[in-house]
């Protein structure tokens, strides 16, 4: 059984007078303990969403509705109620923010930020508990770390910051860690050290990571299994490698195709997806990426695309898939064959 | 700290400079001028023009700003015109009185305003945050003069719970010491005094903290609304902090900055406003003193005051700024 399974996850904003928005519409996705899962999408196709429904993190608002599962070691997370929770987030599941400046507190010292946590799920206190977030800035790489816990976010790098985060994060060894899109706001080399630092407390410390982010070199970088996201439903799941060699779903291959590459000659052109995500197509018409969809043809439209199972752990959702040699899709379980 | 503090206590000066010239030019440029003032309308020429070289009104002007400066810094701010006696000796036994009724009403409106605008912005768009929203809209809205009359026949005529005007009951035959009554009470152990000056206090400070207060919950509402949706309240969140521990470490603490700003704003305002607080309740501050003062263009009275309120806010904004270094860390001075 796996450590965290989500199932038929679904968040809808629904406002007085327009129609309801539908930002998580049915994802269905599992993380294994250890194990390194990547959601990856554009902006907009819902993987902070889902980050934010897992952790009950999503602003209280009339017209939320959260619907589905996320079973975490035998407890469904969307069941418990708010104390429960607080309890569960930060212990068994923590969770790193994209922008560091703004996701720490700008009138408390770095220290008192960590010893917080530790306080809260570790019962440490005082002398116990500054040593202990010293050991916790040390082991994410912030040097001197005893003057640092006196010092204020702004007086820390950008680097410096997330790596404060990230020790937040791990302060009560949590058995999964998500990290949503924890690189963007910062510099390539910082990005390269966090992943890094990441990668390695992952295998230090055998946490499982949910890595929510768009950019396909963090993907190539750690993680084991890739669920591509668009409109708010996962279009493909699957391995690491079997993904970037022979990519099914067209928005995988566009999204692939759009990496600028360091080889290509001069002159020659990015390789767009064409048109935005707003060309959405509601999912209950047919195929959400349809619209912007290189290899549309006219089943694509009418009804929404199915998730296809292949005999190799794969899934896809897409009626004229990328055509692989030697692959055939598994029957579809739900319909009579 | 130190150092700021001091730099700030010097830019008082040009601010006093300037001040004092504006003044100077006012004053002597308003028509009718302290002649009339002292002889009415009925005055012959000659006996103006004694008063005018009595006072010294007939020197070159700036001869008379020299002096005028000179006097100042002497803290000899004159003869008041109506009542005869030094300015600064009746500023001595009023302003403490003043002072009093301000700071009665500025814990009033900090200590409702704060803990209401945080309450309606927690619970946001419910009965209470409509409640307070419309409320102190309708503080803002009333003139503190109204009020004051309202208060007064619901709370001290009808109903007798307080005492209607006067700073305390003369009959106690309280020891003076500072002028500031609650304190002289409490300083020589008379304490039916000290509790009745604080009595005598509620319904004009009550009348003083309305607008400030409105103000206050509707800052403190937008500012706790804006921070709660900030990224390091979703940190905290994560990290599974008690609600209480959010709260009160997270949220409040940042939404204090704006509140602070507009609490010095407003504390320069209400000396004005006690002016008609003071005239209302008769309460013998500096506030009913100016506003007679006013109308018997009493000249010496009015520049004494004007030049308190310009110290009083120059201090007020400082101690503002002080505070902020012990909430914000990005504006500590040093």
């Known amino acids: 059984m796996s450590l965290l399974e989500v199932d038929d996850l679904s968040v809808t904003f629904a406002r007085r007078g327009q129609r309801p928005v539908h930002a998580v519409d049915g994802v269905s996705f599992s993380v294994d303990a250890g194990e390194v899962v990547g959601l990856v999408g554009e902006s907009g196709c819902g993987k902070s969403v889902t980050s934010l429904a897992i952790m009950g993190l999503l602003p209280k608002q009339p017209g939320l509705r959260v619907g589905g599962k996320a079973v975490f070691d035998g407890t469904d997370l969307l069941q418990l109620d708010d104390r429960s929770r607080r309890d569960i987030r930060g212990r068994d599941i923590a969770m790193i923010?994209?922008?560091?400046?703004?996701?720490?507190?700008?009138?408390?010292p770095i220290g008192l930020q960590v010893t917080e946590v530790l306080t809260r799920h570790r019962g440490m206190k005082g002398d116990a508990a500054a040593k202990e977030a010293a050991a916790l800035l040390?082991?994410?790489?912030?040097?001197?770390?005893?003057?640092?816990?006196?010092?204020?976010?702004?007086?820390?790098?950008?680097?410096?910051?997330?790596?404060?985060?990230?020790?937040?994060?791990?302060?009560?060894?949590?058995?999964?860690?998500?990290?949503?899109?924890?690189?963007?706001?910062?510099?390539?080399?910082?990005q390269a050290q966090i992943l890094e630092l990441l990668k390695e407390l992952v295998r230090d410390s055998g946490t499982a990571l949910l890595m929510i982010t768009h950019d396909l070199g963090v993907v190539a970088g750690m993680v084991d299994t890739v669920n591509v996201l668009y409109g708010g439903r996962v279009v493909e799941t699957a391995r690491r490698r079997p993904l970037f060699r022979e990519p099914r779903h067209p928005y995988t291959v566009g999204l692939l195709g759009s990496v600028p590459r360091l080889d290509a000659g001069r002159g020659e052109k990015l390789n767009p997806i064409p048109g935005s995500v707003r060309d959405l197509l509601p999912w209950p018409d047919g195929c959400a990426f349809a619209p912007r969809c290189a290899r549309r043809i006219d089943d694509c439209v009418g009804q929404p695309p199915e998730l296809v199972h292949t005999y190799d752990g794969r899934s896809y959702r897409c009626v004229n898939p990328e055509p692989v040699p030697g692959t055939v899709p598994a029957p579809r379980e739900e319909e009579p064959a | 700290m130190f150092?700021?503090?001091?730099?700030?206590?010097?830019?008082?000066?040009?601010?006093?400079?300037?001040?004092?010239?504006?003044?100077?030019?006012?004053?002597?440029?308003?028509?009718?001028?302290?002649?009339t003032a002292i002889l009415g309308e009925r005055g012959t020429p000659e006996m103006r023009a004694a008063i005018r070289r009595n006072m010294g009104l007939d020197e070159p002007i700036l001869v008379q700003y020299g002096r005028f400066v000179r006097r100042m810094?002497?803290?000899?701010?004159?003869?008041?015109?109506?009542?005869?006696?030094?300015?600064?000796?009746?500023?001595?036994?009023?302003?403490?009185?003043?002072?009093?009724?301000?700071?009665?009403?500025?814990?009033?409106?900090?200590?409702?305003?704060?803990?209401?605008?945080?309450?309606?912005?927690?619970?946001?768009?419910?009965?209470?945050?409509?409640?307070?929203?419309?409320?102190?809209?309708?503080g803002i809205c009333i003139p503190v003069f109204f009020l004051g009359y309202v208060l007064k026949a619901i709370f001290s005529e009808n109903l007798h719970w307080f005492p209607s005007s006067g700073r305390q009951d003369p009959t106690l035959g309280a020891t003076r010491v500072t002028n500031f009554f609650v304190l002289d009470g409490l300083m020589t152990r008379e304490w039916d005094a000290a509790a009745d000056a604080l009595w005598h206090l509620v319904l004009p400070a009550i009348a003083l903290a309305s607008i400030?207060?409105?103000?206050?919950?509707?800052?403190?509402?937008?500012?706790?609304?804006?921070?709660?949706?900030?990224?390091?309240?979703?940190?905290?969140?994560?990290?599974?902090?008690?609600?209480?521990?959010?709260?009160?470490?997270?949220?409040?603490?940042?939404?204090?900055?704006?509140?602070?700003?507009?609490?010095?704003?407003?504390?320069?305002?209400?000396?004005?406003?006690?002016?008609?607080?003071?005239?209302?309740?008769?309460?013998?501050g500096i506030g009913a003193f100016v506003a007679e003062a006013i109308g018997q263009r009493d000249y010496p009275v009015l520049m004494g005051f004007i030049l308190i309120i310009a110290v009083v806010y120059v201090l007020v904004n400082l101690l503002v700024d002080l505070s902020y270094s012990f909430i914000d860390p990005r504006v500590r001075v040093r």
């Open chain 1, 97 to 108: 923010f994209q922008d560091p400046l703004s996701s720490l507190n700008p009138v408390i």
């Open chain 1, 138 to 190: 040390d082991r994410v790489g912030i040097p001197d770390p005893k003057r640092r816990l006196k010092e204020y976010p702004h007086q820390l790098s950008g680097g410096m910051r997330q790596r404060a985060l990230i020790a937040m994060a791990v302060a009560c060894q949590p058995r999964l860690l998500i990290a949503d899109e924890p690189t963007t706001a910062l510099d390539v080399t910082i």
């Open chain 2, 3 to 35: 150092r700021f503090i001091v730099r700030r206590l010097l830019q008082l000066i040009p601010t006093l400079f300037g001040l004092s010239l504006l003044l100077f030019i006012w004053l002597r440029r308003l028509p009718g001028g302290p002649e």
């Open chain 2, 73 to 138: 810094i002497k803290l000899d701010l004159g003869t008041s015109t109506s009542t005869k006696r030094a300015v600064t000796t009746e500023f001595i036994e009023r302003f403490p009185g003043t002072v009093e009724l301000t700071i009665t009403a500025m814990v009033i409106a900090i200590g409702i305003g704060i803990p209401l605008g945080y309450l309606a912005a927690r619970r946001r768009g419910r009965f209470l945050d409509h409640a307070s929203v419309g409320g102190s809209l309708i």
């Open chain 2, 212 to 284: 400030p207060l409105a103000i206050i919950v509707r800052i403190t509402r937008a500012s706790v609304l804006e921070v709660l949706n900030e990224d390091f309240v979703r940190t905290a969140e994560a990290k599974g902090l008690t609600e209480q521990t959010v709260r009160s470490r997270h949220v409040l603490r940042n939404a204090m900055l704006p509140v602070a700003t507009s609490i010095g704003l407003l504390a320069g305002g209400l000396l004005s406003g006690a002016v008609l607080t003071e005239t209302v309740f008769a309460f013998s």
